[in-house]
């Protein structure tokens, strides 16, 4: 069974960079695969932070390219999102997810909620 | 405002059936046939309801169904249940960027 499990710091200061991993159970990451991370704000709907190929490729929102960057670590079996230079716009739900193709997202993890505040 | 148009909110009683749009543009839903739906209670993470349009995954209630016509896709809950009360989103690929995803605003489907 595929399990995703994301983890971080619950509270981020604002300007300082947030640091998120998902650890993936069940399944290698060097697989076939794309994965993402997808945020909810509170209250909000999904958005797609970025996606990586198992071969690193990555494609992030425009309006967050400059601050993101997503990667894996084939060796831990897990994926990675540090977004920089946060704001209060950043507070939301994070979670990764396997895409098994065209953006279908058949796995998830938890989520993990972040908060940016002083 | 959100890449994906929706409706806010579709009501229905038990038993019913129900129409969700998601209206996109010829870049995205037009143009690609990776159309997923996503099924989202409160407190909980998504969960994959439809993808390339009109496919279940393994363990979706045949009661779900995608389809699409030109920019709209859409999902049809049939035989309303209880449980299908949550939020739905639509997504879509977008031509200019193909592994990027992107969402419609979420449509709140009620059971009356």
């Known amino acids: 069974q595929v399990q995703l499990q994301e983890s971080g710091p619950g509270l981020v200061k604002p300007s300082e960079t947030l640091s998120l991993t998902c650890a993936v159970s069940?399944?290698?990451?060097?697989?076939?695969?794309?994965w993402g991370w997808i945020r909810q704000p509170p209250g909000k709907g999904l958005e797609c932070i970025g996606t990586?190929?198992?071969?690193?490729?990555?494609y992030y929102k425009p309006s967050l390219k400059s601050r993101v960057t997503i990667s894996v670590d084939t060796s831990r079996n897990q994926l990675s999102l540090k977004l920089s230079s946060v704001t209060a716009a950043d507070t939301a739900v994070y979670y990764c997810?396997?895409?098994?193709?065209?953006?279908?997202?058949?796995?998830w993890g938890q989520g993990t909620t972040v908060t940016v505040s002083s | 405002q959100s890449a994906l148009t929706q409706p806010a909110s579709v009501s229905g009683s038990p038993g019913q059936s129900i129409t969700i749009s998601c209206t996109g543009t010829?870049?995205?839903?037009?143009?690609?046939?990776?159309v997923s739906w996503y099924q989202q209670h409160p407190g909980r993470a998504p969960k994959l309801m439809i993808y390339?349009?009109?496919n279940r995954p393994s363990g979706v209630s045949t009661r779900f169904s995608g389809s699409k016509s030109g920019n709209t896709a859409s999902l049809t809950i049939y035989g309303l249940q209880a449980e299908d009360e949550a939020i739905y989103y639509c997504?879509?690929?977008?031509?200019?960027?193909?592994?990027?995803?992107?969402f419609g605003g979420g449509t709140k489907v009620t059971v009356l």
């Open positions: 997810a396997r895409d098994v193709r065209g953006g279908a997202m058949d796995v």
């Open positions: 069940g399944y290698s990451i060097s697989s076939d695969t794309h």
């Open positions: 990586i190929y198992h071969t690193g490729s990555t």
């Open positions: 010829s870049s995205d839903v037009g143009v690609y046939n990776y």
């Open positions: 390339e349009v009109s």
């Open positions: 997504s879509s690929q977008r031509l200019s960027a193909p592994d990027y995803i992107i």
